[in-house]
């Protein structure tokens, strides 16, 4: 924040000014936080943390000391990795992989409540005191009973009678019936389990596929025997569900191999009625026609061949016929064994002939009539080669209707072949549904057998116990030096954290620099606490009687202050004593005051000017009949309303009778005229007014005095109220001289201003012991 604007300290400061107000202050409230601070704040608060840090390991020793030991015993189960299986039934059973994933998870398994109901129904934890409340007389018990049975019975006999009143207190609290209230019927195996598994520790080893049980008890033989009863129950669990899942596993496959079997013979009879229906006899028909169809392309080309030939041969044997001179060469086309003879005997025929010419006449009979032979011979030969030719074209004709008859029938198988390629699609897919129901009902037979005959490697256990859990020896809790160490620690913490919680729950100013920086205003004076010197004295005695004492020595310090602020040439000085609220020691101030300024030899005047609270006169043993509310409505004179105290020297004007108009009263001439004749007759006048909170009198008067004193109760009086207040005064007027802070307890503000006020401190000690 920035800088703040102080009050005027002087009167002065006004006047060097021409008299002009200055700006109004701007207040700050802050302040610095180091390592000193907290340091001061905890030697002030030095008993409290003593305190705290004493009672706290007391009685955590205390609890320590009355808990039950517990004993830790723990098994260790390995997670066996995934085996191969002999009848490849890892379909079938579940299996436990050696992933960290599945071994945590299976440690999660082995503390759930399954697990230990299972357990406690194994032990017979239901009848255990230590796990059934209902069963522990020593439960049911309260609980200061119970901490005191636990105590040694020369400390219990002094403590008994306070806890039977604890124990009778607590039952009439409760409305006298110590008997229990009937409510709903707990759920006892429920809360035997949650007591079991508070016990239970299970953790998965991350870098083993271990997995620890660790369970905690009073007896020890509890310990071990629960914690190898859970590996045991886990294990039993594993077989248990293998069982089951073989069961499940055998009635599935059962019910399955007999639809597939019922499926299996219902494909084979729709395939079969198939083949009936469409002729097939075999599969391999089709094959069967493709090679009856290769056979007649065959006979087909054969056919072809053999016509070809036959109309060669027939169109020679009609060429050659036509022509006489292709005679010659008609046996090389005819190839017949007939017309070869034939032609043989012509040629001996034409042999004679030619004999016969060459010796006798053309008439010659013999050669007439060897010439009558060859023509016979020759008609012969013509006959039959006509004979010859009509039979190569009727072969020609049978060569081509044989060729029709062939390719009519290449053309049926054909047609027949197309017929049952489109059949055998439809059988081959009847096939391929017969052959997959027959593999499904083979491979599920197959495993219901092997589920049958349940292979010893499918019933063994993938986890076993690699570490039994062993009786312990030694308790694991409590701990008694760490807890006393930890609460030592704590202690500390709370201890400091309550010191702060204190420290700023404190709305009042702790130190006159605080007070200095919020302000602007200087702290003439710092008041010790009365009680600090355990006196029973007025404080106008205090000061004469004590002269040495710290509160004496703040007074007379306050009142050399003053009186250097207001300066020593003035005739006369009019100070106002006030306050945010009542009850700050303002009124003490004034009394301290006065006496300090009367035995120096001024004459001083003290007017109780708190026209709702007066309390000086009875400081001073004085009446209170007839005062300043008299002297301000003009009943009296200034003089009749004034008194003597020759203890002090102190002239005594008190506030007279209740008015209901005090504020007419202060703020009339009359009390201008007073303020007059006072500074005429006396040295110093001291004012205590009304607390500025509270009404508004010491804003009426302030105008009238030369400067105002203001009083603030140290931590107590709230800050924002104090602001306030001065703000209020310095609208009035600029005369603040300063401020005192009162009621300051000198050993703890030793701890934040230094060695001066524990000297005073120690000053006060020696004098109350003389």
């Known amino acids: 924040m920035s800088n703040v604007t102080a009050f005027p300290r002087r009167q002065q400061d006004t006047a060097e000014t021409g008299g002009a107000r200055g700006p109004a202050p701007v207040f700050m409230t802050t302040e610095t936080y180091d390592v000193w601070w907290l340091i001061s704040i905890l030697r002030r608060r030095t008993k409290l943390l003593l305190a705290v840090l004493t009672v706290i390991p007391i009685l955590t020793a205390l609890y320590v000391s009355a808990l039950p030991k517990q004993y830790s015993a723990s098994s260790r189960l390995l997670i066996e990795a995934q085996r191969e299986r002999v009848l490849g039934i890892e379909a079938v059973l579940p299996a436990i992989a050696g992933d960290n994933n599945t071994v945590q998870t299976e440690a999660e398994y082995i503390a759930s409540r399954e697990i230990a109901i299972r357990t406690v129904k194994a032990l017979g934890l239901m009848d255990d005191p230590e796990f059934n409340r209902e069963l522990d007389a020593e439960a049911r018990l309260h609980w200061a009973e119970r901490w005191l049975r636990t105590l040694p019975e020369e400390f219990a006999v002094y403590l008994e009678p306070a806890v039977r ?37 299970v953790e998965a080893s991350r870098f083993a596929r271990v997995i620890t049980i660790r369970f905690r008890s009073t007896s020890p033989e509890t310990a071990r025997q629960v914690a190898n009863g859970v590996a045991d129950n886990y294990l039993r669990d594993i077989r248990e569900r293998r069982e089951q899942a073989l069961r499940r596993a055998s009635l599935f496959l059962t019910d399955r191999v007999s639809g597939l079997r019922q499926s299996v013979i219902d494909a084979e009879r729709k395939l079969e009625q198939f083949r009936r229906d469409q002729g097939l006899v075999e599969t391999g028909g089709a094959t069967l026609l493709l090679q009856q169809i290769t056979h007649l392309n065959e006979q087909l080309i054969a056919a072809e061949t053999a016509r070809a030939e036959t109309e060669a041969r027939y169109s020679q044997v009609r060429a050659l016929a036509s022509d006489d001179g292709g005679l010659e060469s008609l046996d090389a086309a005819l190839r017949s064994q007939v017309v070869t003879q034939l032609r043989t005997q012509e040629a001996l025929l034409g042999r004679r002939i030619a004999e016969l010419q060459s010796q006798f006449q053309p008439r010659y009979p013999e050669l007439v009539k060897a010439r009558q032979e ?21 072969e020609v004709q049978i060569a081509r209707v044989r060729e029709i008859n062939l390719n009519a029938a290449i053309r049926r198988l054909q047609e027949k072949l197309e017929d049952q390629t489109d059949a055998e699609v439809t059988l081959r897919s009847l096939e391929s ?61 709370i201890g400091c954290f309550l010191v702060l919680v204190i420290e700023f729950a404190i709305r009042g100013f702790k130190t006159p620099q605080q007070l200095e920086l919020a302000t602007g205003l200087p ?34 310090r306050l009142r050399t202050t003053i009186t250097l602020s207001l300066g020593e040439t003035e005739a006369s000085q009019v100070v106002l004593v006030t306050s945010t609220i009542s009850g700050e020691g303002k009124s003490s101030v004034v009394e301290g005051l006065a006496t300090l300024s009367a035995q120096a030899g001024r004459r001083v005047l003290v007017i109780d000017a708190d026209m709702q609270n007066p309390t000086l006169h009875t400081r001073f043993g004085l009446s209170n009949v007839v005062g300043l509310s008299e002297v301000l409505s003009g009943t009296v004179a200034s003089d009749d309303g004034i008194e003597f105290d020759p203890g002090t020297g102190i002239y005594f004007m008190s506030r007279g009778h209740s008015v209901p108009n005090p504020d007419d009263l202060l703020g009339s001439d009359a009390m201008e005229a007073l303020m007059r004749t006072a500074r005429r007759q006396f040295d110093l006048v001291i004012v205590d007014t009304a607390p500025v909170s509270s009404v508004g009198d010491a804003l009426i008067v302030t105008p009238r005095v030369d400067g105002v004193l203001f009083v603030v109760e140290w931590e107590r009086t709230h800050r924002e109220m104090v602001i306030q207040s001065l703000r209020d005064i310095y609208e009035i007027g600029e005369n603040v001289l300063g401020l005192v802070l009162s009621k300051v307890d000198v050993r703890i503000q030793s701890f934040d201003s230094g060695t001066e006020y524990y000297y005073y401190a120690q000053e006060d000690r020696r004098q109350e012991s003389t």
């Open 374 to 394: 060859l023509e016979d011979l020759r008609r012969l030969i013509r006959a039959e080669v006509e004979r010859i030719a009509q039979s190569l074209r009727n």
């Open 523 to 556: 702290v003439l004076a710092q008041i010790p606490l009365n009680a600090d010197v355990k006196h029973t004295l007025p404080m106008h005695r205090l000061v004469v009687e004590r002269p040495g004492s710290s509160i004496t020595q703040a007074i007379r």
């Open 165 to 201: 009143w604890l124990v009778e207190s607590g039952d009439a609290a409760s409305g006298g019936q110590g008997e229990i209230q009937p409510g709903p019927i707990p759920d006892t195996l429920a809360l035997v389990t949650d007591e079991f598994l508070d016990r239970l520790t």
């Open 433 to 493: 549904e017969v052959e997959a129901s027959r593999d499904l009902y083979e491979l599920v037979l197959g495993r219901l057998k092997a589920t049958d005959v349940q292979d010893e490697s499918a019933n063994a256990p993938e986890a076993r116990i690699i570490s039994r859990a062993v009786t312990p020896q030694n308790a694991v809790s409590p701990r008694r030096g760490v807890a006393v160490l930890a609460s030592v620690l704590g202690a500390m913490v």
